[in-house]
C-alpha cells in the first residue's frame, strides 16, 4: 500500500517511477482515484497523472463497472 508522502516532497527520478507503479497497481485492483489521492495525501490530478505516466488505462468517471450487490 502507497504511504503517505511528505507534504511538498518534490517526486522524481526513480522515486516517481516507483510511486506510479504502485499507484497504477492499487488502481488497477479496484482503488478509486480518490482514494488514492487521500492516502497520499495529494490531490486527485497529482494521482490521474501518476497514472497516465505509467500508461495506465483508465476506467469512466463515477460509471460502475460491477453489478450493485444489494
Same mark, same amino acid.
Not at 518534490?10 to 489521492?37: C, F, K, M, N, P
Not at 495525501?41 to 444489494?70: D, M, Q
Given at each position: 500500500?502507497?504511504?503517505?508522502?511528505?507534504?511538498?516532497?518534490?517526486i522524481s527520478g526513480e522515486r516517481r517511477v516507483q510511486l506510479s507503479a504502485e499507484v497504477a497497481q492499487e488502481y488497477l485492483s479496484? %482503488?478509486?482515484? +480518490?482514494?488514492?489521492?487521500?492516502?497520499?495525501? $495529494?490531490?486527485?490530478?497529482?494521482?490521474?497523472?501518476?497514472?497516465? %505516466?505509467?500508461? +495506465?488505462?483508465?476506467?469512466?468517471?463515477?460509471? $460502475?463497472?460491477?453489478?450493485?450487490?444489494?
Amino acid at each position: 500500500m502507497v504511504e503517505k508522502l511528505t507534504p511538498g516532497e518534490w517526486i522524481s527520478g526513480e522515486r516517481r517511477v516507483q510511486l506510479s507503479a504502485e499507484v497504477a497497481q492499487e488502481y488497477l485492483s479496484g %482503488e478509486t482515484v +480518490t482514494d488514492i489521492a487521500q492516502r497520499l495525501g $495529494r490531490p486527485n490530478t497529482f494521482v490521474y497523472t501518476l497514472l497516465l %505516466e505509467s500508461r +495506465t488505462p483508465l476506467r469512466g468517471s463515477g460509471v $460502475r463497472t460491477t453489478p450493485k450487490l444489494t
